[in-house]
């Protein structure tokens, strides 16, 4: 299964939690995905042995924790509009409400999970659950005013000052004298508030107004050379944050 297209397709929002995934599976790194979420804490047997319904039902978790932490999101960024925070309050904020990760509750790793996927991607169910992960847009929804009024030009340029949010907040990370006690996934996820805030408050495009105008031009976008070389540009950022250097290819 191509990963890397449909983190492409996913982009925008995603954006930092959708780069965190490629470098993760790219580089063969031991965390875990990040922002997933089950209120079942049982662990299940170690191994990736499992059926195709139980696929389905971490899918299912997957799909519920981004919903959750989305909305959390969503408060934490209405409340960097108001008040000045600091990267450590953020971090102590998305900590609080950070959920639990259901590939560790059920026993598996990123490459069991993928493998898994691999085995069981013909299954419509199985599809239609990895395009609602990745963001594929509901058909069902109409696609605001707002997002429509953003073009490929607006993306790059929110992309750009992303990248230069990113690369300034890095820089201020990898300053701090007790970096290394701070987990790699929730420091990934409280880049993503505060990025998504700068964004917000430069733009006035929320992180899913971007997801939605990325999806709606990613046939032009896949092919905009501009696009690809400003989504390296934040790998390479994110893989100073999670301290995994990514490798271009």
């Known amino acids: 299964?191509?990963?890397?297209?449909?983190?492409?397709?996913?982009?925008?929002?995603?954006?930092?939690?959708?780069?965190?995934?490629y470098i993760l599976k790219e580089e063969g790194a031991s965390n875990k995905l990040t922002t997933l979420e089950g209120d079942d804490k049982k662990k299940a047997a170690p191994g990736g042995e499992k059926t195709k319904e139980q696929v389905e039902e971490i899918l299912q978790e997957i799909i519920a924790s981004q919903e959750s932490m989305k909305g959390h999101m969503r408060e934490l960024t209405k409340q960097m509009q108001k008040e000045k925070l600091t990267f450590d309050q953020t971090y102590k904020k998305v900590a609080q409400v950070q959920p639990v990760d259901p590939l560790e509750k059920h026993g598996l790793s990123m490459m069991d999970f993928d493998q898994l996927l691999d085995k069981h991607q013909s299954d419509p169910n199985i599809r239609e659950a990895i395009a609602k992960i990745m963001g594929a847009p509901d058909a069902s929804k109409c696609v605001s005013d707002k997002?429509?009024?953003?073009?490929?030009?607006?993306?790059?340029?929110?992309?750009?000052?992303?990248?230069?949010?990113?690369?300034?907040?890095?820089?201020?990370?990898?300053?701090?004298?007790?970096?290394?006690?701070?987990?790699?996934?929730?420091?990934?996820?409280?880049?993503?508030?505060v990025v998504g805030a700068k964004i917000e408050a430069k733009f006035g495009f929320t992180s899913e107004d971007i997801e939605g105008a990325v999806l709606q031009h990613h046939s032009m976008l896949a092919m905009d050379q501009d696009f690809a070389a400003i989504n390296i540009e934040i790998q390479h950022v994110m893989g100073r944050l999670m301290g995994t250097p990514f490798a271009s290819q």
Not at 1 to 21: H, S
């Open 1 to 21: 299964m191509d990963w890397k297209k449909l983190l492409l397709a996913a982009g925008g929002a995603a954006g930092v939690a959708a780069v965190l995934y």
């Open 147 to 193: 997002v429509q009024s953003i073009n490929v030009k607006k993306i790059l340029e929110v992309h750009n000052f992303m990248y230069e949010a990113l690369e300034t907040l890095v820089k201020d990370y990898e300053a701090l004298p007790n970096k290394e006690s701070y987990d790699p996934k929730t420091v990934t996820v409280a880049a993503q508030a």
